[in-house]
């Protein structure tokens, strides 16, 4: 059975089917976002955004700006844990950083982010010799490692305030304190 997928895989690239299957999917996933966004944006008015942008300080748009750019580029450090953690140490950073921020804006905002985030690593990673499998292992490593860090700071923050928590979840400040404890722990134990 391997070898008759193979086997079609090799006559598809020999024929250049799947680079053009790639562009046709590519198209589909653009023109279904944009359906998608017009829909969801059609009922804003325009000039009520353009005075609330207006009565925002500049500074505050360009310190909002900053924490976006920072936030995509810690995102390019698990890509880069993830090639290297599965061996691939001969794909350079830049193509790191290309595929976790392709990935991650168009994954995160089309939806359905890991088929179309899983789909724009493996266009960009096959071009460096990764396979399917290979992609699917960066994708769940990413995604375990991004997971890992949320629960890390939640913990954290649960730990140093427990009352915050408490205003949500109803539980009292002691008994959600001794939960971020066991989640600091449980992390700790599962990463040692």
């Not at 880069?80 to 804006?105: C, D, E, K, Q, W």
Request: net charge positive; glycine share 8%; proline share 3%.
């Amino acid at each position: 059975m391997l070898e008759a997928i193979g086997r079609a895989m090799a006559f598809l690239r020999q024929k250049q089917l799947l680079h053009r299957l790639g562009v046709v999917i590519s198209i589909a996933v653009i023109g279904i976002a944009c359906y998608v966004l017009y829909h969801m944006l059609r009922g804003i008015d325009t000039n009520e955004v353009l005075e609330a942008i207006k009565s925002t300080e500049p500074r505050q748009i360009m310190l909002a700006g900053l924490f976006v750019a920072a936030g995509y580029f810690t995102l390019t450090f698990y890509d880069l844990f993830a090639v290297r953690a599965i061996g691939h140490a001969h794909v350079p950073y830049r193509i790191n950083a290309l595929a976790a921020f392709t990935s991650y804006s168009i994954g995160h905002n089309v939806g359905a982010s890991v088929f179309t985030g899983g789909a724009v690593r493996y266009r960009i990673y096959s071009a460096w010799g990764l396979n399917a499998i290979d992609v699917a292992k960066i994708c769940f490593l990413a995604g375990l490692t991004f997971w890992l860090g949320n629960a890390a700071v939640l913990g954290l923050g649960i730990a140093y305030h427990p009352e915050a928590a408490a205003n949500i979840d109803q539980l009292p400040p002691w008994l959600n304190r001794t939960l971020a404890f066991g989640i600091i722990i449980a992390l700790v134990a599962y990463v040692v």
